[in-house]
């Protein structure tokens, strides 16, 4: 379960990026965050993996208080996470199989099953066929299952992604979103911001809209 209460993020600037947030996701749902460019988006979901921290209030993810958790606890917290942010962080001196095997060998996972899991992700997000190719010669909708696999290597329980079909054209954004429905079906939670609901289709969704840093709807 993901639970803002009362969350405001200001920046040393003064910005005021988050205020007065409070809502609930639970365990196995998935979550659109619609809103505009600026809303507060990307904030919010970087506040949920703690790449950074609330102001005032409380981000809670499985119990914990995740703008509490000391610097030696946060690796541990984001064991449960797959992430697809925006700068996507690609490898191109390596392989796209080398790309979605890095968490593993970071993790320090044994390297037959981690072959195992990096030829399933990739199969699952039908990039499995382009494991010997370098990110450069991917399509924009290719590298986007790339990050994907990535994500989901490891098998978390949350799946967070930041305008992942940003840039790509409607067939690819399409398929990108089915991915995503494929995960919330087997139980994953899945938390998406998007500026493009109708990408979803009829994907069930729980829709949490954003404008100025505030929670509308």
Do not use: W
Not at 35 to 62: D, Q, W
Not at 79 to 107: A, H, M, T, Y
Not at 181 to 208: A, C, M, N, W, Y
């Amino acid at each position: 379960m993901i639970s803002f209460s009362e969350v405001f993020k200001r920046y040393p600037n003064g910005f005021e990026a988050l205020r007065n947030v409070s809502f609930t996701v639970e365990t196995g749902e998935m979550a659109l965050i619609n809103g505009h460019s600026g809303a507060g988006k990307t904030t919010l979901l970087r506040l949920i993996a703690a790449i950074e921290r609330p102001t005032t209030g409380s981000v809670i993810v499985n119990g914990q208080d995740v703008g509490r958790l000391n610097g030696t606890a946060i690796p541990f917290l984001r064991r449960n996470f797959g992430l697809v942010f925006q700068d996507q962080k690609l490898l191109f001196d390596r392989s796209v199989f080398e790309n979605v095997l890095l968490p593993l060998q970071i993790s320090g996972f044994e390297p037959k099953a981690a072959v195992r899991r990096v030829r399933a992700a990739l199969d699952k997000v039908g990039l499995l066929s382009k494991e010997k190719a370098r990110p450069i010669t991917l399509s924009g909708g290719e590298q986007q299952r790339m990050c994907i696999a990535r994500a989901i290597v490891s098998r978390p329980s949350i799946l967070i992604a930041d305008e992942p079909t940003s840039n790509l054209d409607m067939e690819y954004a399409r398929d990108i979103m089915a991915i995503f429905k494929s995960f919330h079906q087997v139980g994953v939670t899945v938390l998406i911001s998007t500026h493009d609901i109708e990408l979803l289709g009829d994907i069930p969704q729980r829709i949490l809209t954003l404008s100025h840093g505030e929670l509308t709807g």
